[in-house]
């Protein structure tokens, strides 16, 4: 059954292992853009927190060659916000501060993305997200771009992501004593055929990526309910689907993160996945924290049963929830997300951008989390504290009567995050002096990033002209 299940993701043009990458698929890559489109970070500035003021202008250009770190639009996109309540008398948020960090970086050929969802609460928390999401960036740029060191085909990338992987250990060790989960993924066009683009990802912990296929006008592999003639329409893939152990009955839980997880400091790679996929124009990358794809589990949105096709592929037959096994829930998640997704088109008949994506799934997520707030943002059940404050307000949540008000009650409270890239159309690239460099400057720090700009794209040039004519595709 393990195995149907597999071939399926494989003839679907997902490819997902564990540990390492040599039985993905090895595929020539074209010359990778250095000129930089558009750069995000969040939230609240996100791993820019991480440097001081008067260091920022200068240290950023490293992360990506760029100082503006907030040029999103329709189809380059990022958003994260807290599902915790609001205390009624304090006004404190739950949780805060948001522990989550995504970063984002297009070039006219390629896009990097990386998500961290830091472990528990707190700023040692927020601070290992950021420092994972900054060392990642840094390090490819440095080495892929900077020092001209390009990839050549997909396994390369792999290679690249996991140096980049432990790059970002390293910096949370160096900034703070704490633990992050981290989800990478560099989109980059084929050799064979520059309009399709292979997504490569890795990812440690429950922060996952994901694809919106865009379909053919027929429709053929949509599955989900609703009248959808003449609407566009996305299939969700879930490219980090062997980080996933089905095999145990452990929940949604899959362990490992990035940071002093042993008592040597060493990372927890126990779901260290690789996976790779095929994109064509107008499909959306997108990585997501828990706190969103939690959301979609059936049974955190306590749905009671399902609609699905009896054994012999015949009568629909309803199906109770709670019966499903982890790869079905897994399997009705996805379901749900694209319901969420396309149910957007259905309703405002707009084609569904990054940014509209970032935009549903956020929606879905509040929806479903809504009723737990409610519970914890009632000023009634405070009215037996004769003192506010810190340890009282805990002490009521974590009473009996609450428990039961909030076990009753769907959807998960976390922080949530996601950010997205559209694939568009692009033009041959070819491995030339990156004409950015050309500009004129407005400032001290874009001049400085400037000049990083004409350094490294005459390197990159020429060492990836020698590298070409040295090597095959296959390493």
Avoid at 328 to 345: G, I, K, P, T, W
Wanted: aromatic share 8%; charged share 20%.
């Amino acid at each position: 059954m393990e195995d149907e299940f597999v071939n399926r993701i494989h003839l679907n043009g997902v490819y997902s292992v564990r540990e390492y990458w040599a039985t993905l698929p090895c595929l020539e890559i074209s010359y990778l853009s250095e000129d930089i489109q558009n750069a995000l970070t969040g939230p609240d500035l996100g791993f820019q927190r991480i440097l001081a003021s008067e260091d920022r202008s200068s240290l950023l250009p490293h992360v990506a060659g760029t100082n503006n770190w907030s040029l999103a639009d329709e189809g380059f996109y990022g958003v994260s916000m807290s599902l915790y309540d609001q205390n009624p008398f304090t006004y404190k948020i739950t949780a805060d501060p948001n522990a989550d960090c995504f970063g984002l970086c297009k070039r006219g050929n390629n896009s990097v993305l990386v998500i961290c969802d830091g472990v528990n609460r707190g700023n040692k928390s927020r601070m290992a997200a950021r420092s994972a999401a900054y060392g990642a960036l840094r390090y490819i740029n440095a080495h892929c771009f900077e020092q001209g060191e390009q990839p050549m085909n997909t396994h390369d990338i792999f290679a690249l992501l996991k140096e980049a992987l432990m790059a970002a250990h390293a910096c949370v060790l160096k900034n703070v004593h704490w633990c992050t989960t981290i989800c990478i993924a560099f989109i980059v066009p084929l050799a064979s055929d520059p309009n399709t683009h292979a997504v490569c990802t890795i990812n440690v912990g429950d922060s996952y990526a994901f694809l919106a296929r865009r379909l053919k006008e027929d429709n053929s592999q949509a599955n989900f309910q609703g009248d959808v003639e003449n609407q566009e329409q996305f299939l969700i893939e879930e490219l980090t689907i062997t980080s996933h152990d089905f095999s145990k009955d452990v929940g949604r839980e899959t362990g490992g993160a990035i940071g002093p997880v042993t008592p040597s400091d060493e990372p927890l790679l126990s779901n260290l996945t690789y996976s790779m996929a095929y994109a064509q124009q107008g499909d959306i990358v997108f990585l997501t924290t828990d706190g969103v794809s939690d959301n979609f589990d059936p049974v955190v949105q306590r749905l009671q049963s399902i609609t699905r096709a009896d054994s012999d592929g015949g009568q629909n037959i309803a199906v109770d929830v709670n019966s499903l096994n982890l790869k079905d829930r897994h399997a009705v998640s996805l379901q749900c997300m694209q319901v969420a997704l396309n149910s957007f088109s259905h309703r405002s008949g707009e084609t569904l951008t990054a940014s509209s994506l970032c935009g549903e799934l956020m929606r879905h997520a509040l929806l479903m989390s809504q009723d737990k707030r409610a519970v914890l943002e009632d000023p009634d059940i405070y009215s037996q504290i004769s003192i506010l404050n810190r340890k009282s307000i805990e002490k009521v949540q974590k009473s009996p009567e609450v428990k039961s008000l909030l076990a009753n009650t769907r959807g998960k409270m976390d922080h949530a995050s996601v950010c997205a890239v559209t694939i568009a159309h692009q033009p041959p690239q070819k491995a030339t002096i990156n004409k950015l460099s050309k500009q004129p400057s407005n400032s001290e720090g874009e001049s400085f990033s400037l000049r990083r700009f004409t350094s490294f794209s005459k390197n990159g040039a020429r060492n990836y002209k020698k590298k070409r004519a040295s090597k095959l595709s296959l390493p």
